[in-house]
């Protein structure tokens, strides 16, 4: 027993020995074992990423096992701010997640990381969405006075400064950098460099601007701060008071019916807005509303309270601007005419041609043109795809043609959509139709039953129209969970649900994919837009939806087709062709976001859709061959547009060389398949298969769209490896620079001799009447010929008004005398939705355009009609013309430095004569810009007889607001009357404000 209690109290010993070197030991390791399960306080990482070197900045405060705070990175002159998502400590193991937002887009950027022994040191494994995935190390920083985890993430409270529509930073006249555009959502920039801007030490603010976005935001640590918004009208197309006007809210503080042209006196003027706010939760917030025109800003301070400026370029202080008075700027009004106004036309000296196609049409996805517009499909977002996050790319990342998947947030219900009778809706990407429409609506119909019908409803673009005695196809593609057997019922009701205009079922829906179809026919139901599509059921049960259709009679009845009124307005103006895709539209912001030809051919479900860069997903339902159907029906030819390598903006640009090569090809393989042999070539074979397989006829391809708003040069380049490419397969096409010679020389092409060049003009009533003799100063031995590829009055909104009409008529006038070197002109933009016209979601994103329309009707503006005229009234000779004692005005131009321009003289009539060849009539078009009748005397020569009798149609309004809507589409349409009292010499009276064309009978 003594033995073994001796070995008892050995072993006892050696335990408490043990025990108490272990608790040595713990107490030893005790601080590591605290730093390891406390990681608050201020982490710094420094690595390399695709997009470069970044520096981040890691705030966390951990409790217990929760991790919250920020990560606040710099990537050159990036700043950006995010909170960390979903933090976890647990162990050594350090796990949370960041948002990083792009436009409408956000990417989930995931960090997994390990504690070192010391707990200084975390390194993490860094995935950015599916793309990449990068080793990094974020080391403890030495420990200082926190003020908590917004203070944390920015290390030291500064002015921050942001040059909107620059994409690179800005140094202003005191030596502040000025951080490039950034923290804006959604919107376009431009840059303006050659502009004078008074008021203002630095001018170089506010010469690039950012416009049409919704906001801005911008993390900061919690307390007082200034924000000041720097502005100043530099478009343009703004002539006055009144044509910009838009509200914005800072932090709350609103600020209603803003003008810019008001606000700083006029033109080229810098104003500041100083507006002092207070934050608390770590975010300054700027919403901007249109109301006239969209939304511009040059550039936003934010001064935290207490910090002292360094310098300022804010405007130099001005008196406030009173009206200048006539005297010290305005000459003396000249004098009147000598004589009575006299036109001369000389009907023995043709002068020129007019080019068969001088009048086309310009198209382009804005203003909901295409959805919502002519595409004649009625339900919006048919492909559940407008929540869609597009993956971000660079020219290097992005490889040609390549189709890139969307992703969807989590939980996302689709926009557009409402559910009926209690059913649940959410989108699905673990049942997708097919990889191009990689998401579905998943429909929970649980709670239907025969009395409560469960399902969703589509109130179409600002309403679905619904016409007595009409057929509405209906598609829609469909599966089921297992163990539903019912029926749906699709229909048309009132948006109140009182009323079923037109009702149909569908059964066998089961597990599988399967499209669809059933028509819906209305009976003497009265016309009606406030309507709604319908798909429900009153089986429970869960379904999913891909592809949800519903089509109105279309033109010609062509499937997929166009909408009929919009086609019949375009048709009587007899266009001779059609620029297509557009011009932004062509280009997209990204290269994923162009229009990618390849992926809008095919079957409809097919087609992945991509954002338009005015704000709104395209389905593409109006595809490439659709557009060349579209020329088929109005009898016109395509002009097409090629993706030449350069994105809008910051998208980026890809020069000359072996990396533009696949474009090259793309533009080529679109070319065969607009026009080349069904049973030669592969693309044209590909066309037939789509049910097409007469090529149709092409003369023009344009090469990009305003190439000029790239600055790096490579315009030239990009052009003459198109131009080699397309003249060595099709020699008989002609090729268009997008470079015109409006813009600076410095950039145009001099490597090819372009067959033309696309001039774009947007310019106000005085404007277009001041370069209205233009084209008759260009050289006439110069092989390049003109394309005015985008021109517009810009005045009246939505669409023109009276004085937008006349100023046209001034510029027609111009193209058609001069239409033996100006061979092609379009309007743009050709159409606006006018449903709803201001406010998030509206239906205009540009305004002053040809034709209106909401869902149910449509209308021609004043200068629709007037182009109607020019387009439709003309002969194929074009007649030598004179004048004297022209009545004339004195206009103020718009001047540099905010100071009056210089004022010159304009004329106030103009006018331009052809003649028929055939048939001996003889078109003068004569355009009267003033507030007053104006009688002119007619005198013709070189021709045997001139009839005493003619027609004239006449376009006429009483003020030069004087305009039509969608309320009144005729106020202001051309009236037809017979003539008397012609002949070699006559004397007429054209009325004020009008656009005449007389029709004489010559032999």
Known sequence: MADVMSKILGLTEVWVDMKILLFLLIQAALPVLVLAADVTGTWKSDFDSQIGHQSYTFSFKQDGAKLTGKAHSEAGDRKREAELKDGKVEGDTISFFEILSIQDREIRITYTGKLSGEGHEIKFTRAVGDFAATEIVAKRAAAGPVAGIAAASVPTAKIIRIKAGKAEPVKDAEGNVWLADQGFEGGQTIERPDIQIANTKSPDLYRAEHYSMDSFLWSVPNGKYEVKLHFAETYEGISGPGERVFSFNVQGKEFNDFDPWVKAGGPLKAYVETVPVEVTDGKIKITFTPKVENPQICAIEIIPEGVAETGTAAPTAVAPVAPVAPSTVVPPPPAPPSGPALLLIDAGKVTGTVSPMLYGLMTEEINFAYEGGLYAELIRNRSFKADAVVPRVTPDTYEAGKYLPVTFKPDTKPRFWTTVGGAAMVLDTNNPLNEFLNVSLKLDASSASATTPAGVANGGYWGIPVKPETAYRVSFFAKAAPGFAGLVTVSLESADGKTVFASGKVSKITGEWKKFETTLKTKRVSTSKDSVFKLTTTSPGTLWLQNVSLFPPTYKNRKNGLRPDLMELMAAMKPGFLRFPGGNYLEGNAFNERFNWKETIGP????????????????????????????????????????????????????????????????????????????????????????????????????????????????????????????????????????????????????????????????????????????????????????????????????????????????????????????????????????????????????????????????????????????????????????????????????????????????????????????????????????????????????????????????????????????????????????????????????????????????
């Open 604 to 1003: 409809v479900e097919q087609r992945p859709g991509h954002p338009s860069p005015w704000g709104y997903w395209s389905t593409d339902g109006l595809g490439l061959l659709e557009f060349a159907e579209w020329c088929e029906d109005l009898d016109m030819e395509p002009l097409l547009g090629v993706f030449a390598g350069y994105c809008l903006g910051r998208g980026g640009v890809i020069p000359a060389g072996p990396a533009l090569e696949p474009y090259v090809q793309e533009a080529l393989e679109e070319i065969e398949y607009l026009i080349g042999d069904a049973k030669t070539t592969p693309w044209g074979v590909l066309r037939a298969k789509h049910g097409h397989p007469k090529p149709f006829k092409m003369t023009y391809v344009e090469v990009g769209n305003e190439d000029w708003f790239d600055r790096s040069g490579s315009y030239d380049g990009r052009f003459a490896q198109f131009y080699d490419a397309i003249k060595a397969k099709y020699p008989h096409l002609k090729v268009i620079s997008s470079w015109g010679y409006e813009q600076p020389a410095t950039g145009s092409v001099k490597s090819r001799t372009p067959d033309l060049v696309d001039e774009h003009f947007y310019r106000n009533m005085e404007e277009m009447m001041a370069q209205s003799f233009r084209y008759d100063t260009y050289s006439r031995t110069n092989p390049t010929k003109i394309f005015c590829g985008e021109w517009a009055t810009r005045v009246g909104s939505p669409t023109p008004n009276m004085s937008g009409a006349l100023g046209d008529g001034a510029w027609m006038t111009c193209m058609e005398r001069n239409a033996d070197i100006v061979l092609l002109s379009c309007y743009a933009p050709l159409l606006v939705n006018v449903s709803q016209l201001a406010g998030n979601g509206r239906s205009m994103q540009w305004s002053s355009d040809l034709i209106g329309y909401d869902a149910l009707t449509s209308y021609g503006s004043p200068a629709y009609h007037a182009q109607k005229m020019f387009s439709t009234l003309h002969g194929d000779e074009i007649l030598a013309t004179d004048s004297q004692n022209i009545p004339i005005r004195t206009w103020q131009r718009r001047g540099r430095g905010g100071a009056p321009g210089a004022a010159q003289q304009i004329r106030e009539v103009f006018f331009n004569a052809t003649r028929d060849s055939k048939s001996g009539t003889i078109y003068l078009k004569v355009v009267n810009t003033a507030g007053t009748a104006q009688r002119i005397h007619v005198r013709i020569s070189g021709a045997r007889s001139i009839g005493a009798r003619g027609e004239a149609v006449v376009l006429s309004g009483n003020t030069l607001e004087d305009t039509n809507t969608i309320n009144e589409p005729d106020k202001i349409v051309p009236r037809t009357e017979l003539v008397s009292g012609l002949g070699a010499s006559f004397s007429r009276e054209f009325p004020a404000y009008s656009v005449t064309v007389l029709k004489l009978k010559s032999k």
